[in-house]
């Protein structure tokens, strides 16, 4: 009889954890992480950031190269230094820690954070 009660037991715990996996879905990484910048209303923290022409902030997300592609008429380095290239393979420098304006009427096409 106590190995019924057992047997019965571990049944019982097997179908709560099926039912569990089974309505229970992973989660995907968000689109923020899979995304080389993402647009805020400020430039965060440790980020490199360049202003578009509309007013958006692009925070570059991580070191080496961003394809970005648009016009942006400023940069702010909060934290490391950058290279802002553009379309007729001209580039601005922003060393860490400083901004500056950049050539608004020129069309960007990445930014390589140095790290």
Same mark, same amino acid.
């Given at each position: 009889m ?31 992480e899979?995304?080389?910048?993402y647009?805020?209303?400020?430039c965060?923290?440790g980020?490199?950031?360049?202003y ?9 997300e991580?070191? @080496? ?13 909060? @934290?490391?230094?950058f ?22 009427g ?6 390589d954070v140095?790290?």
């Amino acid at each position: 009889m106590h190995s019924v009660k057992r047997v019965a037991a571990r049944t019982a715990t097997a179908i709560a954890l099926g039912a569990i996996a089974l309505t229970v879905t992973p989660t995907s990484a968000s689109a923020i992480e899979a995304q080389p910048q993402y647009k805020s209303y400020k430039c965060d923290d440790g980020r490199a950031c360049v202003y578009d022409t509309s007013g958006q902030v692009w925070n570059m997300e991580h070191c @080496g190269n961003n394809p970005i592609y648009g016009r942006f008429n400023y940069a702010k380095a909060h @934290g490391n230094s950058f290279r802002v290239w553009y379309r007729n393979n001209t580039w601005d420098f922003v060393p860490a820690w400083s901004e500056r304006t950049l050539d608004g009427g020129n069309y960007v096409t990445q930014v390589d954070v140095y790290c």
